[in-house]
Nanobody, 133 residues
């Protein structure tokens, strides 16, 4: 069964950096990720899952939550069928489990509802990011 797999999480001091990766596992078609917008969400203990960033299928458009704008960068390599989240200047409040998710529709725009979890139909298991103060 194909699914998304996140990697790259870990423990880092405040001000440090991490790069998360999101790739398809199993017998994934080359287009399993490359033809779809992919979003990153995060969930801290006791809090709801929140939107972090999204990138459209071609990589030409990216949108960020205000809380990470200027510190995080989402990118993709459609040859490798992988999406990345570069996180710089990490803060204690960035501590959470980070999930990547694939849009329900191929080649769709991300002009609306990109921050709604229900828009995405394939989720990874998450990777823990812990920022020490």
């Amino acid at each position: 069964q194909v699914q998304l797999v996140e990697s790259g999480g870990g423990l880092v001091q405040a001000g440090g950096s991490l790069r998360l990766s999101c790739a398809a596992s199993g017998r994934a078609l080359s287009s399993y990720v490359s033809n779809y917008a992919v979003g990153w969400f995060r969930q801290a203990p006791g809090k709801e899952r929140e939107f972090v960033a999204v990138i459209n299928w071609s990589g030409s458009i990216a949108v960020y939550a205000d809380s990470v704008q200027g510190r995080f960068t989402i990118s993709r390599d459609n040859v490798k069928n992988t999406v990345y989240l570069q996180m710089n200047s990490l803060k204690f409040e960035d501590t959470a489990v980070y999930y990547c998710a694939r849009d329900q529709r191929a080649l769709a725009s991300i002009y609306s509802s990109y921050d709604v979890p229900g828009r995405y139909d394939s989720w990874g298991q998450g990777t823990q990011v812990t920022v020490s103060s």
